[in-house]
């Protein structure tokens, strides 16, 4: 052969080469993200279960589906949903979305639920669509699986997500659910809370993918579920049970009357085991704070709420119901705090209060006020009750509103709601009022500073003549609000 012609060969040799390797890393590509196909890469498993299959892709994998975590993890996920497959709660013509990651959807596919979809993100057709915690890109009632995986855990709107999942479901279609912190009834209730639509069907301790202990939740979907969320009273608060195992282990309440009250009752803060230390508060569609009897900002909502309550990373819509003006201005100024400037009551109407210095407390929050031109609100009475040495003799005239009626309105049992009281002896009129509506039923912990007759710091052997309630009284209320189900803490 002339040397033109051996040339001619060699460049043709060199080409089918070039073609040859190039239609191998293609196929290559393929099988790494399917794991499957005669070319797969030999750190990748071909099988699940003993399928093999391959999952097709148009786009170029990204590296992090090609490492040996993340094949590890579809084994996983196929390891937890062949059950499911074997249990019929889906099959291979099965619509199924994953919320948690595209490995879920990788598991499903290679089990041969080859329509199986997740939502990230980035699109990787066909394996993942865009989607967010407040939209997922399907019709109503369109989907016959959907496995969250732990995306309600680390998604920061949970309650969306939810809403989303049960939408896309179709009737008597499932959500699986894995979680961490569901492993108490009221938990488990706030997460059912969520999605009333759909009822728990079964559940089970599962080891996740790097040896934690998860709790497998499974739901299905039913036209005619729900949970109501419109307490009636507190005699039939849905939680109630499952708020009573916390409530056992909360911190005792003080059974005998303290000699020093200033002093006991103040420490007895540092002994307060918080909701959020019990339990997950996660599974909530909002969180709020409201303080009842705020005086200033720094007296409870700056000063305590915002830097020692254990929020778990969420953020608290913030309500401050103060009647006294004299700390109005300063709220202007404080972002995410809502100012309510009545006198919380049990009916809306216009009272009278007495403006007081109380002798026998003493504190920089009552300096504060006075500084301001305020002594503080005294207790809801008529003039003509005044107690000599307790009364300045000022009388303003204050609008109130009903407390239990606006907190019906403005949250529900899908809501996490902290209420701290303190209002001057009138807990005695708001406490019975709550438990007769049903409004108690939306708070999931409250501190209530009680007020009674007690010794006076000033005047050794002199009570009070502010209050008419006893120590004995205080404990009667503390313990009949535990006992409804209300996680109440003695506060100062």
């Not at 041969?112 to 990787?124: F, L, Q």
């Not at 699986?145 to 309600?152: N, Q």
């Not at 953020?315 to 003006?325: G, L, R």
Request: charged share 25%; aromatic share 8%; glycine share 8%.
């Amino acid at each position: 052969m002339d040397p033109a012609g051996r040339g001619a060969l060699t460049r043709a040799v060199l080409l089918l080469g070039v073609v040859a390797l190039g239609l191998w890393l293609l196929c290559r590509e393929i099988a790494v993200v399917g794991g499957g196909g005669a070319t797969a890469d030999p750190a990748v498993p071909t099988a699940v279960a003993g399928r093999k299959t391959t999952v097709q892709t148009a786009v170029r994998a990204p590296a992090a589906w090609r490492s040996r975590e993340w094949r590890r993890a579809v084994e996983h996920h196929a390891a937890v949903l062949g059950r499911h497959l074997a249990d019929g709660l889906l099959a291979a013509s099965s619509r199924a979305v994953c919320l948690g990651g595209v490995q879920e959807a990788v598991a499903l596919r290679e089990l041969g639920v080859v329509g199986a979809v997740a939502v990230a993100r980035k699109r990787y057709p066909p394996l993942a669509v865009a989607g967010n915690d407040r939209h997922l890109p399907f019709p109503d009632s369109s989907v016959e699986f959907v496995f969250a995986g732990r995306a309600l855990d680390s998604s920061k709107r949970p309650a969306d997500l939810a809403g989303e999942a049960a939408r896309i479901m179709r009737p008597d279609g499932h959500l699986v659910v894995h979680n961490s912190g569901a492993t108490n009834a009221y938990s488990l209730r706030s997460l059912q809370l969520l999605l009333p639509s759909l009822r728990l069907l079964r559940l089970r301790e599962i080891n996740g993918p790097d040896g934690s202990s998860l709790r497998e939740l499974v739901f299905r979907k039913h036209a005619d579920a729900g949970i109501s969320a419109s307490p009636a009273s507190a005699s039939n608060c849905t939680y109630r049970d499952h708020k009573l195992q916390l409530i056992g282990l909360a911190e005792p309440l003080i059974l005998e009357e303290p000699a020093k009250p200033w002093i006991t009752l103040k420490r007895n803060v540092k002994n307060i085991t918080y909701l959020p230390a019990l339990a997950d508060i996660g599974f909530k569609r909002r969180h709020v704070y409201v303080d009842v009897g705020a005086r200033s900002y720094g007296s409870s909502i700056g000063g305590w709420f915002r830097k020692q309550y254990p929020k778990q990373n969420h953020t608290f819509e913030v309500f401050a119901v103060e009647a006294d003006p004299a700390f109005h201005a300063e709220y202007a100024s404080k972002k995410g705090v809502t100012l309510l400037p009545y006198a919380a009551w049990v009916r809306n109407e216009t009272l009278t209060f007495e403006i007081n210095d109380d002798p026998g407390k003493k504190g920089s929050d009552s300096s504060n006020a006075r500084a301001s031109g305020g002594r503080g609100m005294g207790r809801i009475r008529p003039a003509a009750g005044a107690t000599d040495g307790v009364s300045s003799g000022e009388v303003r005239r204050i609008p109130a509103f009903d407390l239990a009626e606006w907190l019906r309105r403005t949250a529900s049992e899908q809501d996490y709601v902290v209420m701290k009281m303190d209002v001057e002896g009138t807990e005695f009129d708001l406490i019975p009022r709550m438990l007769d509506t049903g409004a108690i039923c939306l708070v999931d912990e409250l501190f209530l500073e009680c007020h009674y007759n007690r010794w006076q710091r000033c005047c050794p052997g002199k009570r009070s003549p502010k209050y008419p309630n006893t120590y004995e009284d205080c404990l009667e209320l503390f313990t009949s609000l535990r006992n409804s189900g209300v996680l109440v803490h003695q506060w100062w």
